[in-house]
């Protein structure tokens, strides 16, 4: 089956640098990468996705990117904002159309 | 729309007694899902359904069980609660080749 693997397990930032976060995956097959920000007490939400006929997809700040030959894809956020803190997940679809998760990144954005 | 709609949003059973949580979706998707996430942990899969009478097992199946009668409905069930299955858990449904939509979460205490 399908291995994830997100890295990293936490990251910190200072307010308006820059964060990014990626997910390695295993199953050749996967053609459906989304991103999802998970917030304090709540469900994750999508916040941007790509498939794997596209190398890169911007939506304002946010970004991913998709390397297909190394089977890897990662998730940029520019200019930070305190409501950027979050837990950010990857979820790859396999062969079985199934999102297998990462385990998670948290992110801190410093004052 | 109400999207994904978990009843209920809590509850604290005794050891050994048992519950039923309820997702219901209304967005005529085929898949659902049950997760729970423990503090400061990912999604682990429990069970999940790829259509109306099906379903299957997830990650961490054991000591729970789950029916869909209807398609719009993925019930989840603890037959015998133990204080180890105290979590939080998400219900989720999607298209076959699209992101999930979750629900906004049961918090579970068992005592």
């Not at chain 1, 936490?10 to 459906?32: H, P, R």
């Not at chain 2, 209807?70 to 037959?79: A, C, D, I, R, S």
Request: hydrophobic share 35%.
């Amino acid at each position: 089956g399908e291995n994830v693997e997100q890295h990293p397990s936490t990251l910190s930032v200072q307010e308006g640098d820059s964060a990014v976060i990626k997910c390695t995956y295993s199953d050749s097959a996967s053609n459906y990468f989304p991103w999802y920000k998970q917030e304090l007490g709540k469900g994750p939400q999508l916040i941007i996705d790509i498939r794997s006929n596209v190398g890169e997809k911007k939506d304002q700040r946010i970004a991913v990117t998709l390397n297909k030959t190394a089977k890897h894809f990662s998730l940029h956020i520019t200019e930070t904002q305190p409501e950027d803190s979050a837990v950010y997940f990857c979820a790859p679809m396999d062969s079985n159309y199934q999102l297998i998760w990462g385990a998670g990144t948290k992110l801190i954005i410093k004052p | 729309n109400a999207g994904v709609t978990q009843t209920p949003k809590f509850r604290v059973l005794k050891t050994g007694q048992s519950m039923t949580l309820l997702c219901a979706q209304d967005m005529n998707h085929e898949y659902m899902y049950w997760y729970r996430q423990d503090p400061g942990m990912g999604l682990r899969l429990i069970h999940y359904s790829v259509g109306e009478g099906t379903t299957a097992k997830g990650e961490v199946p054991d000591g729970y069980n789950v029916s869909r009668l209807k398609k719009q409905n993925f019930l989840l069930g603890l037959e015998s609660a133990a204080p180890s299955q105290t979590s939080v858990y998400f219900c989720a449904s999607r298209l076959m080749n699209t992101e999930a939509f979750f629900g906004q979460g049961t918090r579970l205490t068992v005592v």
